[in-house]
């Protein structure tokens, strides 16, 4: 029954405060319900950027994967889009999860894998999973020893749900790992790298403009580097601009070994946010940047959005390109209405929750991972719009907007893009 699904009011949540998050919206607390609206972004080895398909972003890399064959089955669907060629597996068997003996035959796979290739791989990601995390596999050391007898680098990448919610958790490891290949050269004033992501950002992103008039000549992204030559010129950064949190680990080590500073910019759809983000991003090169072309722009398309469409009621998820706290608050300062959020709690997203508590306070919030979205009926809702595929699965029958394309949306084109898909979704389906 429909009453037996664990929700809290964002008002109640918000007045517990990030310190007393109730235990049924941590999925550390309980049991994990791997429900079809989540299994795609739940495992760091799901659909998308996975630990698995991030972890051969440098070019010419091929990637070993050391696990049992139910770990190992779903890798089969990347050959799909184009990875046939570049996985590998070692496969384990009762006996080498039992008694690690599988950690002396990773040299010798890891030498066959490069004769395999046709083309000397620049590097082998072994990719390994929760089975060596138990084991307490020393990684590091394997590979170090791998790749003496191999001759090629070779570097680990942690496959580890069991880490999701820890200090590292397996996005934020390997998007550190990725970048390790990487040597120190001579910086140039005119280059900037941006790290957050596993594809390009949408070429319609006003950052690339802007960097443009500020005199940058040369904007490097990991998902455009089409050889390991243009990879290594990453190294030649004046600075990193971080786009996602899960980069910071990656801009550290960027700091110590190559000595190239970060400053960080983050993905919002509250139009005033991303006007004061520029102008602090800025103020902290000494400069002035004029946003206000971008901004008409996005404030256009939200406005004519909210004209033909007044007062939707939204649900959202969090399978998607956004924060799902963030959005909602968005969406309801925008004058919208958001009766139910699905997403996961951190102290980051819950200044957010804090003030959709003080506008929308009757918000509902629901975990994705709760045994009991099990009994979730959409009935209780009314909605206009989803935004995500996990909200789809909830509410089936009204219109849907995934954004969640592998090109990320940032900035007022983020918003603009987002809104234009949101009218002609409902000019798409008559409403």
Request: glycine letters at 6%; aromatic letters at 10%.
């Amino acid at each position: 029954m429909s009453k037996d699904v664990y929700y809290i009011r964002a008002e109640e949540l918000a007045a517990l405060g990030k310190d007393r998050v109730p235990d049924e919206l941590q999925s550390s607390k309980h049991l994990i319900y791997s429900s079809p609206a989540t299994l795609a972004f739940n495992s760091p080895g799901a659909q998308g950027f996975g630990v698995k398909r991030a972890g051969l972003a440098i070019p010419g890399s091929v990637m070993l994967l050391v696990a049992p064959g139910c770990c190992g089955r779903n890798t089969m669907m990347l050959n799909e889009i184009g990875y046939a060629e570049r996985f590998f597996y070692l496969l384990q068997d009762e006996t080498d999860i039992v008694t690690g003996r599988h950690l002396n035959k990773i040299p010798k796979a890891v030498k066959e894998v490069v004769e395999a290739c046709e083309e000397r791989p620049t590097a082998v990601m072994i990719c390994i999973t929760c089975v060596d995390a138990l084991l307490g596999t020393d990684m590091d050391r394997v590979c170090r020893k791998a790749s003496e007898y191999a001759g090629v680098p070779v570097l680990p990448c942690y496959m580890y749900a069991l880490t999701r919610e820890g200090r590292v958790p397996p996005m934020t490891s390997v998007r550190k790992t990725v970048y390790q290949l990487l040597e120190k050269r001579p910086r140039k004033k005119n280059v900037v790298n941006l790290l957050g992501e596993f594809a390009p950002f949408r070429d319609s992103c006003e950052l690339y403009d802007i960097l443009k008039k500020l005199g940058i000549e040369k904007v490097n992204e990991i998902s455009r580097c089409e050889s390991f030559e243009e990879y290594q010129a990453m190294s030649e950064a004046n600075f990193n601009i971080v786009l996602n949190p899960e980069s910071r680990l990656a801009a550290e080590d960027f700091k110590k070994r190559l000595g190239i500073p970060s400053l960080e910019l983050t993905r919002v759809y509250q139009i005033d946010k991303i006007k004061k983000q520029y102008e602090l991003f800025g103020a902290a090169l000494g400069v002035e940047i004029d946003d206000s072309a971008y901004y008409q722009e996005a404030m256009a398309a939200v406005r004519d959005f909210s004209k033909a469409y007044p007062g939707r009621t939204f649900v959202v998820g969090e399978w998607l390109n956004a924060d799902p706290f963030e959005l909602s608050l968005a969406l309801l300062r925008y004058g919208h209405n958001v009766p139910e959020i699905y997403g996961t709690i951190t102290n980051v997203n819950f200044v957010y929750i804090r003030k959709i508590a003080a506008i929308s306070p009757d918000t509902r919030i629901y975990t994705n991972l709760s045994p009991t979205m099990l009994n979730y009926n959409c009935s209780a809702c009314q909605a206009d719009i989803s935004i995500g595929q996990d909200a789809a699965y909830y509410h089936p029958d009204c219109v849907n907007v995934p954004w969640n394309d592998e090109n990320m949306p940032f900035g007022y084109a983020g918003l603009r893009d987002l809104f234009l898909e949101l009218g002609n979704a409902m000019e798409g389906a008559g409403k």
